[in-house]
Every structure is written in C-alpha cells, then in structure tokens.
C-alpha cells in the first residue's frame, strides 16, 4: 500500500533549526512536496523535490533520497511565524498525492 | 501567477439542504482540479480528481450523488454538497494544476471553505 509517515509534533525555540522527517511508500515516485498550513487555511507550496540531494530556499531547505524512500524539511533561524503544520506529499505513478498526516511545529520564544 | 479562489470562504447552512463551493483558477487554465476534505487536527483526504469536460473521479468511500462535481469549463469547478448533515461540517480545500506553467505537476490551492451544517 501506499503510505506517508512523519511525526505529529514537534517543538523548537525561536532562532534554533529543525528538521522535520518523512518517510514515505509509494506506487511509483513523481517527487515530494512539502507544504505549510496555518491553523484554518489551506496549505501553501514550500518545495518540491524529485531528484536525490538538497534543495535551498532561503531559510528553508529540503531533501530527498529515493533510495531510502527519506525526505526532510529543515527550517533554519525558526520564527514565530513559523507556526505551523508542516506536510509532506508524495506523488505516486498516476501523478497523485499522497499525503501524510502533518507534522505540527510549536515555536517558543 | 497561478492563483485559484474559492467561494464561498465560509458557510453555515441547516441539515438537509445544499451547498455549492466554487473553485475557479484566475490567471491560468486547469484541466485538473482536485477536492479534498479536511477535519480538525486531520491532514487533505482527497475526495475527488475532476477533469474538464469528463466525469470526476472518486476516491473510495466518498459518495458521488452526494458530492456532485461539475467541472464545466478551463477555470471551474464546482462541489455540491447535497442534503447536508453535520457529520458534513469540514473545511473543503480544491486545488488545480497549470498545464501551462512548465511546473504542470505542481497543486496551487484555494484558501478553502468552512462549512457547518447545524
């Protein structure tokens, strides 16, 4: 079967990095994507990644291997604002995403 | 570029009656447009993939003569809920793909619409 796995929640301090992990099994791989959404909107678009390696944007980087069926979302010098549900996606052979269940980042000051 | 609304943002509506949600693509034109519910605390279930001009797809479990999908032209689509009850109370989230844009892969999402049926 197909399925996504990442943690439910995490907590970090403001100005501290972490790293959110997604493991995922698919029917086929068309890349991974990592979104953001706050509490009562949708979700935004944060990366996108289908080949192995790292991919930076700004504070904001992702990861993949396709080997290890592994992605991670690594968010450095953390906000307030980074508040959030952080949730990964993978898109099987028939270009359908596949979603995990979220991971929620509680930043504190 | 690639922006899609949704309408209504939020609606509150008696059991038994039936609501229609708007997804329109603004600046871009999507052959694909995807539904998906979303409960508290939950992550996007998808309900259905719905394809310009063809009936929509749906996912397993989710009823078709109760979510009636139209998908009428390039820049919408619609869901209707029919004969709502509160177990339908969720926030509805579509989303479409810009075949156009060179990233056709990627899902641009609608801010979603809250809906409550008491």
């Known amino acids: 079967g197909q399925n996504i796995d990442q943690p439910t929640e995490m907590t970090a301090t403001e100005g501290a990095i972490v790293q959110i992990n997604c493991t995922y099994q698919?029917?086929?791989?068309?890349?991974l994507f990592w979104y953001q959404q706050h509490a009562g909107e949708a979700p935004t678009f944060l990366s996108y990644?289908?080949l192995d390696g790292l991919e930076e944007k700004g504070r904001f980087s992702s990861f993949l291997s396709r080997s290890k069926g592994y992605s991670y979302l690594l968010l450095k010098e953390l906000q307030m604002k980074d508040s959030a549900s952080y949730l990964c996606a993978a898109m099987d052979s028939n270009y359908q995403l596949i979603w995990g269940a979220g991971t929620k980042l509680i930043i504190k000051p | 570029g690639a922006v899609v609304s949704q309408h209504p943002s939020w609606v509150i509506c008696k059991s038994g009656t039936s609501v229609k949600i708007e997804c329109r693509s603004l600046?871009?034109?999507?052959?694909?447009m995807f539904w998906y519910r979303q409960f508290p605390k939950q992550s996007l279930m998808l309900m259905a993939t719905?394809?310009?001009?063809?009936?929509?797809?749906?996912e397993q479990g989710v009823e078709k003569d109760k979510f009636l999908i139209n998908h009428a032209s390039l820049t919408l689509s619609t869901l209707t809920v029919t004969s709502a009850h509160p177990e339908d109370s969720s926030f509805y989230i579509c989303?479409?793909?810009?075949?156009?844009?060179?990233?056709?892969?990627?899902?641009?999402f609608g801010p979603g619409t809250r809906l409550t049926v008491l």
């Open positions: 990644n289908v």
């Open positions: 698919t029917s086929g791989f068309n890349g």
């Open positions: 989303s479409a793909r810009d075949l156009d844009s060179g990233r056709d892969i990627e899902q641009f």
């Open positions: 719905s394809n310009e001009g063809s009936k929509a797809t749906y």
């Open positions: 600046d871009f034109q999507a052959t694909t």
